[in-house]
T-cell receptor
Framework: EPEVTQTPSHQVTQMGQEVILRCVPI?????FYWYRQILGQKVEFLVS????????KSEIFDDQFSVERPDGSNFTLKIRSTKLEDSAMYFC????????????FGAGTRLSVL | AQKITQTQPGMFVQEKEAVTLDCTYD???????LFWYKQPSSGEMIFLIY??????QNATEGRYSLNFQKARKSANLVISASQLGDSAMYFC??????????????FGKGTMLLVSP
């Protein structure tokens, strides 16, 4: 069964460092998303991406965040200068279409900022 | 703005019994989708079931069924014949449309389900 793949599963970084979280969406999906879950809290939407551009972003997704689809398969989330409060589980998701279609999630990357 | 409310922080059920996890929602969108996801202790988010706002029948997927009551704005998840492996956090979520017309998911706070032998 096709699945969304995220790497690494756990990333530890020092405050102020840049990190790149990687995702390989399901191959025939065209819509990609990043969500964040701070430990013990609910999952929060960060950004959606379609046709090589951001289609929607939340207020959490400020200038320190960026997304990119560098090739035909990868979808990345970059955090330029990490802060302690960026420590969270980051989920990538993909769907065939944006309208009510099922979003399939990857296993997540746990980011720990020290 | 959309809102999902899950009022049960934790639920306990014995193996082989049925359990209902509550979810209520609020939206002004005429068209929306309702989802349930399972998050085991390992952390991944597993899609369980989907209900469209215009679907006439309640969704079912194996042991999972969604009790959709549109007038009450509720979308409860029913798990029949609980198994030990069902112990996990369960999130109710709703798809909706922000300014651009593209869908995002809004999640509730989750319900922790513990299944005992």
């Amino acid at each position: 069964e096709p699945e969304v793949t995220q790497t690494p599963s756990h990333q530890v970084t020092q405050m102020g460092q840049e990190v790149i979280l990687r995702c390989v969406p399901i191959s025939n999906h065209l819509y990609f998303y990043w969500y964040r879950q701070i430990l013990g809290q609910k999952v929060e939407f960060l950004v959606s991406f379609y046709n090589n551009e951001i289609s929607e972003k939340s207020e959490i997704f400020d200038d320190q965040f960026s997304v990119e689809r560098p090739d035909g398969s990868n979808f990345t989330l970059k955090i330029r200068s990490t802060k302690l409060e960026d420590s969270a589980m980051y989920f990538c998701a993909s769907s065939e279409s944006p309208q009510g279609n099922i979003q399939y999630f990857g296993a997540g990357t746990r980011l720990s900022v020290l | 703005a959309q809102k999902i409310t899950q009022t049960q922080p934790g639920m306990f059920v014995q193996e082989k019994e049925a359990v209902t996890l509550d979810c209520t929602y609020d939206t002004s969108d005429p068209s929306y989708g309702l989802f349930w996801y399972k998050q085991p202790s390992s952390g991944e988010m597993i899609f369980l079931i989907y209900q469209g706002s215009y679907d006439q029948q309640n969704a079912t997927e194996g042991r999972y069924s969604l009790n959709f009551q549109k007038a009450r704005k509720s979308a409860n998840l029913v798990i029949s014949a609980s198994q030990l492996g069902d112990s996990a956090m369960y999130f109710c979520a709703m798809s909706g449309f922000l300014n651009s017309g593209y869908s995002t998911l809004t999640f509730g706070k989750g319900t922790m389900l513990l299944v005992s032998p």
